[in-house]
């Protein structure tokens, strides 16, 4: 192939790269589903399951939620969200069938762990949406969050 072909085509391959580029962004800017460019993705965006501590305290309060620890036992026995069952989400498999009589499928469910850095909560929740939970939140500042705020607990 001659110099002159090379240079053409690697030209009007980056005319179509650019022109496919203006086309992608001027798509994303008016698309109501439009990818995030400018600013950082909220929580929600990364995963529409999470809800603020404020949202958790209102399902809390509203009575209706079942509240589910995903930390281990022992930390669980230190101090919990009041009434919430404990269902480490390393031991789901060996766990889940003697707590799924008190998890009806129709609940509406908050899975907490931790706080921040516990990556537990979004992990159970995963595994109880793939025996069929439909209702799942995800209380991302879990247990740090609830027991600083002095809502409700047990131990």
Not at 32 to 37: A, I, V
Request: a positive charge; hydrophobic letters at 45%.
């Amino acid at each position: 192939m001659s110099a002159t072909i090379t240079r053409r085509l690697a030209a009007e391959t980056c005319g179509l790269l650019a022109a496919a580029t203006a086309l992608a962004l001027a798509v994303n800017a008016f698309s109501p589903r439009s990818l995030t460019l400018t600013r950082p993705l909220t929580l929600r965006e990364l995963d529409p399951r999470y809800i603020t501590a404020e949202e958790s305290k209102a399902r809390f309060d509203g009575g209706q939620t079942v509240f589910v620890d995903a930390r281990r036992a022992d930390h669980f026995a230190r101090g919990h969200v009041a009434g919430a069952l404990n269902l480490p989400a390393e031991e789901f498999a060996q766990r889940y069938v003697a707590l799924a009589n008190w998890l009806p499928r129709e609940a509406d469910i908050v899975v907490y762990c931790m706080g921040r850095g516990c990556h537990e909560s979004r992990l159970l929740a995963d595994k109880l949406g793939a025996v069929g939970y439909k209702r799942l939140w995800v209380f991302r500042d879990g247990w740090k969050e609830w027991h600083a705020r002095g809502w409700p607990t047990e131990k």
